[in-house]
Each structure stands twice: as structure tokens, then as C-alpha cells.
């Protein structure tokens, strides 16, 4: 090819092949799935083949934690990069996101991406209240979920698609986990349950469902495979919180906001990692920005995380703590008041340090009597477990459970996560941990100031004030 002609194929043929360098983005979200339920982090009795082989070719997180513990504010920070926090109504649960906020999959659409969604992506809430009239933040909806999607998809463009699921969230097939051969001896409860077959069946129909969603993500894999799509793509499976029961979903604690999360990416992952620095969720989207050489917006609070698995890049994510929080999930407190059970946490890798603002409030909704129509605790999913510890709460021995997992809660809690694993032992009075605490209290409110957490700059934020989008009646509104 004569020296001309070789230099006008390069110059034109420069942007077609930055790209086919681009990746595919795969992005597998379970609904209700948490630490550390996989077989990756330790758990020898829920079967997460999937999610383990990634692991085993890519990077595994060791300390991922979702921006609030609650499905809409959850997802609403995957998909802006930001803290739940700067959402607005999105903050909350049932509520909207504003079109104001860059989403990423909109993003890598602009950018000449091919993107879309399957199932459960942004929600719930009323998207139309946002501004969302024609489309959605996770890209157009594939009924026929990723197989459809591709067979749509241009060969020349590079794709983006949300996997989402409904697993395994409430309400389950009673007896589903049992049945299906998963030994309830063997599961490991948290202390603050009593042990009970009940309960020990409760939790293995949630494994069954965690199962079910591994499976979906392998059947994605085998068609990215077969298509000839799996190598450059960039793979990401996780949870949107924790497991729908008492103390966990809903809290702050690790069995509420800490997640499992793997990335894989064939082309550019050789030899597996596994990360002990605590990230955010909110890291994913500028990520993917970062990854298909895409801008990432200002107003994006992640970190990107491709410094782990790419040498060239310049982002950096070192910080050895994350911020987390929650304001209103349902309203579960007295009616007819709209008022959530505003919290916010520090968590490094040695202690988890959580500010509760208005202590008054019950942690999980009042006993009787909410804004909400199912009217008790009604932050905490209904099942078997929640059933059984509200039933033997007079009994002799079981009130701590009780206490645990529906009781007040001080303005202050502290952990020490070596000796403690599951968060049951406050130490934020005892005298030996008060610098600490000090410490790590001044800390969560500079780096709120420095986020624009209105819950710290705002005498009376709107968090509380805002609708309650659900399609039921709730009392005395």
C-alpha cells in the first residue's frame, strides 16, 4: 500500500477503531442480595458458581457498600455516580429521579453506545415526576431481555445493558430452599436472630432465590459467548442492599449496605484480585465512563475503579473509608407523618461509626399506628423471621432479638468490625473508644460539608417533606 494511502486508511479509520477498543458493558444487579452471601466471601451453603468464577478471573471486592440501603436511592446512585443524599426526592424510596441528574447509560448512548435494560433497573417510583417522559435512565427496556437486545444491536457499536432481576427479593415460595436441598443446618445465623427451623428456612428461600439470579447471570455469560461478545466486555455483578430482614435491609449495618461486587473484563483482567479498600457503588458509573473513554461529569461523587485493572489509567481510588446513609424508606412512623429515620455512617475497614439524628424516631417504624397501611415496623420486610421475633418478644431470653432489631437506637453507634462482625456491640460509650469516636464523627460531618449533604448544611432538609409515590393509600394523607 503505497505511504499516502496507508496514512489517509490510519487517520480515517483512527475513530472506528477506538471504538471497537471500547467494551461492552454487562452490568448484573440482584435485587435484595448482600454480603456475604456467596460462596467468594466464605458462605459454604449458598451456591454462587457464577459469581465465584468471576471472581476467580477478575477482581473481587472485599468491602462494597451501596450509598443507602434502600431499593430507589440504591439504584438512583449507581446511576448518577453520586451520593443518594444530592438526589433530591430521589433520596428517598418510591419517589422519582430528576432528569437534571447524569445518568450514565444516557451518557454512553450519546457516545455512540447501543443501550438498554431488562427487568428491574431504577426503582420504584414515578419516573414521569422527573421528567423521564419518553425513555428510561438505565436506556429502553428489552422484554425479551439480553438476547433480544442483541440481536437489535448494531454490529458496529459497542453496548451497554442493565441485567436486573426481582431476585431475591420478598415474598418467597415457603419451603423453596429446604426443598430444593439446601441444608438449613448448615447456615450460619446472625446472632441477633433466635435460631429456629423457621428462620433457618426463611433464609435458605433467600438463598434459593440468590441461586436463581447466579443462574441468570450465567445464561447471560454462555450468549455473550456464543455471540462472539464476551471477551471485550466489562462485567460487573452485584446487590442493590442487603437481604430483606430484620436488621439488615433498611439499616446501615453491614448485613443492610454491604454488597457483594466482582468486575470482570476478559481483555484486560489477566490474574485475579481481591480488594480489601472499602468502595462505593457510586464508583461504578464513572467506571464505565472511564472504560469507554467517555467524560465523567462534575457533579459525579464516584471514584472510578479502573485503576485496579488497568495500568494506564489515572484514576486512583485509595480511600480507606466510605459514607453511607438513609432518610425516609416507607413511612413507618406515626401517622399521618411522612417522616423517615435519617441516618448517616462512616465506614473504614476497622470500625463503622453511624450518626442517628433524630434518635426519637423507631429505627424500623413505630410498633403500631404508621403512615404506612401495613402499620407495623414497616422498614422491615414481612416473613417468617420478622413474624417470629415479634411473636417471642416476652418470652424469657428473647427480648435482645427484639431489641436488636426493632428497638430505639441511640444518636451514636460505634463498631469495631475485627471482634464484631455483625455490628451488635455499641462501643460509642465506652470511654476507651471516645477519640476514636470523636475522630470518626468529625470526620462523616466535614466530608458531608464537603459532599453538600443537606441533612448537615440544612436546618430542616426536605428528606421528610417530600411524596410518597407508592400506588396505595396511606393513612391519614
Known amino acids: 500500500m503505497p505511504f499516502r494511502i496507508l496514512i489517509l486508511f490510519l487517520v480515517f479509520s483512527a475513530p472506528l477503531l477506538a471504538q471497537n477498543e471500547r467494551p461492552n458493558i454487562l452490568f448484573c444487579i440482584a435485587d435484595d442480595w448482600g454480603w456475604p452471601h456467596a460462596g467468594s466471601y466464605g458462605d459454604t451453603v449458598v451456591q454462587t458458581p457464577t459469581f465465584d468464577g468471576l471472581a476467580q478471573q477478575g477482581i473481587l471486592f472485599e468491602n462494597a457498600f451501596v450509598s443507602s440501603p434502600s431499593c430507589t436511592p440504591s439504584r438512583g446512585a449507581v446511576l448518577t455516580g453520586q451520593h443518594f443524599w444530592r ?50 435512565p438505565a436506556g429502553k427496556v428489552y422484554k425479551g431481555g439480553l438476547e433480544q437486545f442483541l440481536a437489535e444491536k448494531p454490529q458496529e457499536k459497542p453496548f451497554c445493558f442493565w441485567l436486573g432481576a426481582s431476585d431475591p427479593h420478598r415474598p418467597y415460595e415457603k419451603g423453596s430452599g429446604a426443598t430444593s436441598g439446601i441444608d438449613l443446618n448448615a447456615i450460619e445465623l446472625p446472632p441477633y436472630y433466635p435460631d429456629s427451623k423457621e428462620i433457618r428456612s426463611d433464609i435458605a428461600d433467600y438463598y434459593y432465590e440468590v441461586q436463581r439470579f447466579d443462574k441468570d447471570v450465567a445464561q447471560a455469560l454462555a450468549l455473550l459467548q456464543e455471540k462472539g461478545e464476551l471477551e471485550n466486555t466489562l462485567i460487573v455483578v452485584t446487590g442493590d442492599h442487603g437481604m430483606p430482614f430484620p436488621r439488615a435491609k433498611g439499616n446501615l449495618y453491614d448485613m443492610g449496605a454491604r454488597v457483594p461486587l466482582v468486575i470482570s473484563w476478559p481483555r484486560k483482567i489477566k490474574s485475579p484480585k481481591r480488594i480489601q479498600s472499602p468502595v462505593s457503588l457510586t464508583d461504578l458509573a464513572p467506571t464505565f465512563l472511564e472504560a469507554a473513554r467517555v467524560a465523567i461529569p462534575e457533579a459525579m461523587t464516584g471514584k472510578a475503579l479502573n485503576g485496579y485493572f488497568n495500568p494506564s489509567s489515572t484514576s486512583k481510588n485509595e480511600s480507606d473509608f466510605v459514607l453511607l446513609g438513609r432518610e425516609r424508606h416507607t413511612p413507618a412512623q406515626k401517622a399521618p407523618s411522612l417522616n423517615g429515620y435519617p441516618s448517616r455512617a462512616i465506614r473504614t475497614n476497622d470500625y463503622l461509626y453511624i450518626c442517628n439524628y433524630a434518635p426519637d424516631r423507631w429505627p424500623a417504624g413505630v410498633p403500631e399506628g404508621a403512615t404506612h397501611p401495613k402499620n407495623s415496623f414497616t422498614d422491615s420486610d414481612s416473613g ?17 432479638y427484639y431489641d436488636w432489631c426493632f428497638g430505639p437506637r441511640p444518636a451514636e453507634e460505634l463498631y469495631a468490625i475485627a471482634q464484631d462482625r455483625y455490628q451488635t456491640n455499641n462501643l460509642a460509650q465506652q470511654p476507651e473508644y471516645a477519640e476514636i469516636k470523636k475522630s470518626l464523627a468529625q470526620q462523616l460531618e466535614a466530608e458531608l460539608i464537603v459532599a453538600k449533604d443537606p441533612r448537615v448544611l440544612e436546618q430542616k432538609p426536605a428528606f421528610d417533606s417530600y411524596p410518597y409515590r407508592a400506588r396505595y393509600k396511606l393513612k391519614g394523607q
Do not use: M
Open 87 to 136: 438526589l433530591g426526592e430521589g433520596a428517598n424510596l418510591w419517589s422519582t429521579l430528576d432528569v437534571a441528574h447524569p445518568v450514565y447509560p444516557l451518557l454512553l448512548e450519546q457516545a455512540g453506545y447501543f443501550v438498554g435494560s431488562w427487568r428491574k433497573a431504577w426503582g420504584p417510583g414515578d419516573l414521569k415526576a422527573g421528567g423521564y417522559t419518553d425513555h428510561n
Open 384 to 400: 417468617p423471621t420478622k413474624t417470629i421475633i415479634l411473636a417471642q418478644k416476652d418470652q424469657a431470653g428473647y427480648s435482645k
